[in-house]
C-alpha cells in the first residue's frame, strides 16, 4: 500500500469514527506506557540514590578487627579478649599476597571539638593512616586530607567531618589554617570532608574529626592498638580468597584460633556490594515484567477493537476487493491504523512519563543539590519506542488476517 495523504487521512478518519472507543483504547497503551516509563526512571534514581552512599568507597574492599574468642586455643580459655595492633598491620602487608592497599584507623569518642564560642556535641576523633583514603575517598571541599608527613611527624592536623564543619564555622567560610580545640588540645585544620555515611565502623563520618592515626595514640597512650584493618584486593582478586589467609595471619600471633570467625571478626565489603548489585538487577527485571504486563493488556484490548472494527468493515472491505484491491493493501491499511493508534498512544505515554520523572528529578536532591537521575534513559526510551511500534504491528496482525481472509461475494451477504 503506497502511503500518501489520502491514505493517511483515510486512516485518521477510521480511527476517529468511533472516538470513544478509540480513546478508550488507546488509553491502555498509554497507561501501560507510563508506568513502565515511571518505574524505570524511579528505578534508576533509586538506584543512583543507593549508590551515592557509597560514593568513593572501595568496592573490592574488607576490614578484620578483633572480637571475644569463640574457641580455646594453645591454653587460653574462650571468651578472651585482645587488641589488633599494628604489628598485626604490617603482618598483613608483608604476608599476604592479592592486596592492593592495606591501612588501619582508630577512634576516640566524648571529645567534642569546639572553635571559639561554638561546640559540636556529637562530635568525635577518627584516626587514619595516610593509605586509608584508598579505602574511602575523602571527597574533600576545602583543603588536603591526612598525609604521610603528617602521619610520621605525629602532627596535630585534623580533617572536619561536614557536620562539625557546618556546626563551627560560617557557611562558605574556608576553615584551612584556622585552629579547632579537642580535648584541651588544638588541631590545625587543612581540609573539610564530606564523605556521604558508607560503610563505618567506628561513628558517622560527618561527625568526625579525622587526625593522624600516630597522633590519636600518642595524644591518648594506645600504644600501637588499633581499632580495625582494612584492605583491598588487586584486580583479578576477590577479598573473599584472601580473607582466610588475613584472618591466619592476625590470629595465629596473638594466640587465636585462625578458625575462630567470632575471635577475628571480618566484613567483607565486596560480598556486600555484589548482593546489592544482585539485588537491583533482579527489580530491574521485575520493572520490566510489571511494566510489560501493563502493557501487553492494553495491547490486547488494541487488537480486540480492530477485530471489532473489521466486522464493522465486512461490506467495505468487500466492495474494495470487489474494485481491485490486493490482500496486501487490505493487511498494510489494518496494521497501519493499529500502529498509528498505538505509537500515538505509546509517544503520549513517553512524553507524560518523562515528565514527571523529570519533575521528581528537580525536587529530589543530595545535601550538595545533586540531583539522582530520575529519568528513564536514552537507550530506555528508544527500546520502547521500537517496542510499540512492533507490538502495534502484532495487535493489527490478527484482524489484517481475518480481513485479508474476507471474499467480497459473503460480504455482500453480509449487508
Request: proline share 3%; with cysteine; aromatic share 8%.
Amino acid at each position: 500500500m503506497r502511503i500518501d495523504r489520502d491514505t493517511v487521512e483515510e486512516i485518521i478518519k477510521t480511527i476517529t469514527q468511533n472516538k470513544s472507543r478509540s480513546l478508550l483504547t488507546a488509553f491502555g497503551v498509554f497507561w501501560g506506557i507510563l508506568m513502565l516509563v515511571i518505574l524505570l526512571g524511579g528505578g534508576n534514581g533509586v538506584q543512583r540514590m543507593i549508590w551515592s552512599n557509597f560514593d568513593g568507597f572501595a568496592t573490592n574492599s574488607g576490614f578484620t578487627w578483633a572480637g571475644n574468642t569463640s574457641v580455646p586455643y594453645k591454653g587460653f580459655k574462650k571468651g578472651r579478649a585482645w587488641d589488633v595492633t599494628l604489628d598485626d598491620l604490617q603482618n598483613v602487608r608483608k604476608n599476604v599476597s592479592g592486596l592492593s592497599h592495606v591501612s588501619a584507623a582508630s577512634a576516640h569518642w566524648g571529645t567534642p571539638p569546639i572553635y571559639g564560642e561554638k561546640k559540636y556535641s556529637d562530635g568525635w576523633l577518627r584516626g587514619n593512616e595516610p593509605e586509608y583514603q584508598y579505602i574511602e575517598d575523602p571527597q574533600l571541599v576545602y583543603g588536603r586530607s591526612i598525609n604521610e608527613i603528617d602521619y610520621r611527624e605525629c602532627r596535630k592536623v585534623c580533617v572536619l567531618g561536614m557536620n562539625v564543619y557546618e556546626a563551627l564555622f560560617e557557611k562558605g567560610e574556608d576553615p584551612c589554617g584556622k585552629r579547632i580545640q579537642v580535648d584541651g588540645i588544638y588541631y590545625t585544620v587543612v581540609g573539610v570532608s564530606n564523605v556521604q555515611e558508607n560503610i563505618n565502623l567506628l561513628g558517622m563520618n560527618k561527625d568526625a574529626v579525622i587526625i593522624p592515626l600516630s597522633t590519636l595514640q600518642r595524644t591518648y597512650n594506645e600504644g600501637k592498638v588499633v581499632y580495625y584493618i582494612a584492605y583491598t584486593a588487586k584486580p583479578g582478586v576477590k577479598v573473599s580468597d584472601v580473607e582466610s589467609k588475613i584472618r591466619e595471619v592476625v590470629a595465629i600471633p596473638n594466640y587465636v584460633s585462625p578458625d575462630d570467625k567470632e575471635g577475628v571478626r571480618q566484613i567483607n565489603a565486596e560480598e556486600m556490594f555484589e548482593m546489592v548489585d544482585t539485588l537491583f538487577g533482579a527489580i530491574e527485571v521485575l520493572i520490566w515484567l510489571v511494566g510489560l504486563g501493563t502493557l501487553l493488556a492494553g495491547i490486547i484490548g488494541v487488537s480486540n477493537i480492530m477485530m471489532v472494527t473489521v466486522k464493522e468493515r465486512t461490506v467495505e472491505i468487500g466492495i474494495r476487493r470487489a474494485i481491485g484491491a490486493q490482500p496486501r493493501d487490505i493487511l498494510q491499511q489494518i496494521l497501519a491504523e493499529s500502529i498509528l493508534l498505538t505509537s500515538v498512544a505509546g509517544m503520549a505515554g513517553i512524553s507524560v512519563g518523562v515528565g514527571i520523572m523529570q519533575i521528581m528529578d528537580t525536587q529530589i536532591v543530595d545535601d550538595m543539590g545533586n540531583s539522582f537521575g530520575y529519568q528513564a534513559t536514552f537507550g530506555s526510551v528508544v527500546s520502547l519506542t521500537i517496542l510499540v511500534i512492533v507490538l502495534g504491528a502484532v495487535a493489527g496482525l490478527a484482524p489484517a488476517m481475518r480481513a485479508m481472509a474476507i471474499k467480497p461475494v459473503e460480504a455482500m451477504h453480509e449487508d
